[in-house]
């Protein structure tokens, strides 16, 4: 596991009871997640002041996964932090700090994923289409190249319009399929729009991007020096690679327990 563990207690920052108290609520809410992993438990945190919640940062550890939700067009506002603990199935959201690590915390999501980051598929015509649009000029000067992009782009929409939350993951191997230059910018760009990006140290050097599609993402795996190992289309509410399993919820809440006695010892 790439995950780092919570930190020892720092001098002069002791674990209040407002504080553990909170650490308790975590623990309850892993508990519900446990029984229904879908739906995303939101612990209270409403009475930890600022510097308790930076502790609960500290305290709660780094993860493998770590990301971004950018505002919808139209929106004001910075993007929404994602960080999974050490724990995993106990995710932290708020904002990035400007210097260091960490997360300012806003709030704390228990369970499979965030309910931000889940996109129920949908349908798409415009993909059904193999992304062709009748007043597109770039999309007219590309068709020419094209040998595999459309059925590609019919086939994803295929699986979203099927889509059922008892199906594994459909996956489209980009980099296994034989491609023209053509097909890679067109894929690029139909794919494009999508607001939330990730990153899993779980798999590797992976990252997990969506696209302007519900429930259509992009997953990319690369070696150490930065080249690409595979691209994959993914039809999913929440790819593999971020979603906390149910083994996963399972084991974290036993390291959990652990953990609070841990903290418990320290109360000041």
């Not at 809410?29 to 029984?35: H, N, V």
């Not at 499979?112 to 996109?119: E, F, K, N, S, W």
């Not at 086939?155 to 199906?167: N, R, T």
């Not at 790819?239 to 083994?247: C, F």
Request: charge should be negative; glycine fraction near 10%; hydrophobic fraction near 40%.
């Amino acid at each position: 596991m790439t995950a780092r563990p919570p930190e020892e207690r720092p001098e002069g920052e002791p674990v209040t009871r407002t504080l553990f108290s909170a650490l308790e609520r975590v623990g309850a809410a892993l508990e519900r997640a446990l029984a229904s992993p879908a739906l995303p438990q939101r612990p209270e945190l409403g009475d930890l002041t600022p510097g308790e919640r930076r502790r609960l940062v500290t305290l709660l550890g780094e993860g493998e996964i770590s990301g971004s939700v950018q505002a919808s067009p139209g929106e004001d506002g910075v993007a929404l932090y994602v960080r999974e603990s050490f724990h995993p199935g106990i995710w932290m959201m708020g904002v990035k700090p400007e210097k260091g690590e960490g997360v300012v915390l806003s709030h704390i999501e228990v369970g499979r994923a965030p309910g931000i980051l889940v996109q129920r598929p949908e349908p798409s015509p415009f993909l059904e289409s193999g992304g062709l649009a009748s007043d597109d000029p770039i999309a007219d000067q590309l068709r020419p190249e094209l040998m595999n992009a459309l059925p590609l782009m019919m086939e994803a929409a295929q699986h979203l319009a099927e889509y059922s939350p008892d199906k594994k993951n459909h996956r489209i191997f980009l980099n296994k399929l034989p491609l023209s230059e053509g097909d890679a910018k067109w894929i690029d760009r139909v794919c494009a729009g999508g607001r939330i990006a990730l990153a899993s140290k779980g798999y590797g050097d992976c990252r997990v991007v969506s696209t302007g599609f519900s429930g259509l993402w992009r997953v990319l795996y690369s070696n150490p020096e930065g080249i690409p190992l595979l691209d994959a289309l993914c039809v999913a509410d929440i790819p593999d690679e971020i979603a906390a399993a149910p083994e996963d919820l399972s084991q974290s809440l036993a390291d959990y327990r652990e953990f609070l006695e841990w903290v418990a010892r320290d109360l000041s």
